[in-house]
C-alpha cells in the first residue's frame, strides 16, 4: 500500500446508536488485504475486523462490518449497537507487500 | 496463556544514551516487528524480520538496530544516532511475513507497548 487515508480524526455516537468511520487507500496490486485495528486508552492495539480483497462479501464480525469498495478503495467500518467500550482510537491498514496505517480515527461515546 | 509481551512498559533515557525494548512473543509466530508510534499519527515501521538470524529495514530505521536470534524474541536498540526518540513503540507478530510472491494472509497481533521518553 502506498497510502491509507483516514479523514475524520474524531468521531462521536451515542450509546446504542451506528456509526460509520471512513478510511481510503492506495495500492497498486490487485492483491491485498485490509484491516482495522482498535486502539484503547490502554494502547494495545487489537484487531477488529479483517477483509480480503479477492473477497466481494463484507466482513463482518458482531456488531462490526464493513463497507468494501474495491473499485473506489473504500473500506469503511461500521459499529452498530455502540457501547462505551468501543471509545478508542480506530486505525485502517492496508496490506500488499507491505503494511500501511492510516493516522487513525478518535471514537468518542456518548452515554 | 500465549501471547506479546514487552518490556518496560515505560522507559526513560538521557541524551546520548543507547536503549534495549524487549519482546518476545510465545505464539510460533515467524515474522515480527517494531513500528513507531508519535501523536497524531499511524504506525510506522522500523524493522521487521521474517525468520531467525534475518531483519529488514522498514520506513524509519536510522538510528534504530534490531537482532533475531531466537525465533521467541526481537529486541529493539535505540541508539544515539536517533534524533527524536521519544514515542510510543509496539511490537507484533504474524504467523509469516508471506511467501514468495504474494502478501501474508496473517494477521498481525500486537504486544502492549513501551513509552520511551529521553529526558
Known amino acids: 500500500a502506498q497510502t491509507v487515508t483516514q479523514s475524520q480524526p474524531e468521531m462521536s455516537v451515542q450509546e446504542a446508536e451506528t456509526v460509520t468511520l471512513s478510511c481510503t487507500y492506495d495500492?497498486?496490486?490487485?492483491?491485498?488485504?485490509l484491516f482495522w485495528y482498535k486502539q484503547p486508552p490502554s494502547r494495545q492495539m487489537i484487531l477488529v475486523i479483517r477483509?480480503?480483497?479477492?473477497?466481494?462479501q463484507n466482513a463482518t464480525e458482531n456488531r462490526f462490518s464493513v463497507n468494501f469498495q474495491k473499485a473506489a478503495k473504500s473500506f469503511s467500518l461500521k459499529i452498530s449497537d455502540s457501547q462505551l467500550g468501543d471509545a478508542a482510537m480506530y486505525f485502517c491498514?492496508?496490506?500488499?507487500?507491505?503494511?500501511?496505517f492510516g493516522k487513525g480515527t478518535r471514537l468518542h461515546i456518548l452515554p | 496463556d500465549g501471547g506479546i509481551t514487552q518490556s518496560p512498559k515505560y522507559l526513560f533515557r538521557k541524551e546520548g544514551q543507547n536503549v534495549t525494548l524487549s519482546c518476545e512473543q510465545n505464539?510460533?509466530?515467524?515474522?515480527m516487528y517494531w513500528y513507531r508510534q508519535d501523536p497524531g499519527q499511524g504506525l510506522r515501521l522500523i524493522y521487521y524480520?521474517?525468520?531467525?538470524?534475518?531483519?529488514q529495514k522498514g520506513d524509519i530505521a536510522e538510528g534504530y538496530s534490531v537482532s533475531r536470534e531466537k525465533k521467541e524474541s526481537f529486541p529493539l536498540t535505540v541508539t544515539s544516532a536517533q534524533k527524536n526518540p521519544t514515542a510510543f513503540y509496539l511490537c507484533?507478530?504474524?504467523?509469516?511475513?508471506?511467501?514468495?510472491?504474494?502478501?501474508?494472509?496473517?494477521?498481525?497481533?500486537f504486544g502492549p507497548g513501551t513509552r520511551l521518553t529521553v529526558l
Open positions: 507484533a507478530s504474524s504467523i509469516s511475513i508471506g511467501l514468495s510472491g504474494g502478501p501474508s494472509t496473517d494477521t498481525q497481533y
Open positions: 495500492t497498486s496490486e490487485s492483491d491485498y488485504y
Open positions: 477483509q480480503e480483497a479477492y473477497k466481494q
Open positions: 491498514a492496508c496490506r500488499d507487500d507491505k503494511i500501511i
Open positions: 505464539l510460533n509466530h515467524d515474522a
Open positions: 524480520s521474517q525468520i531467525v538470524n534475518d531483519f
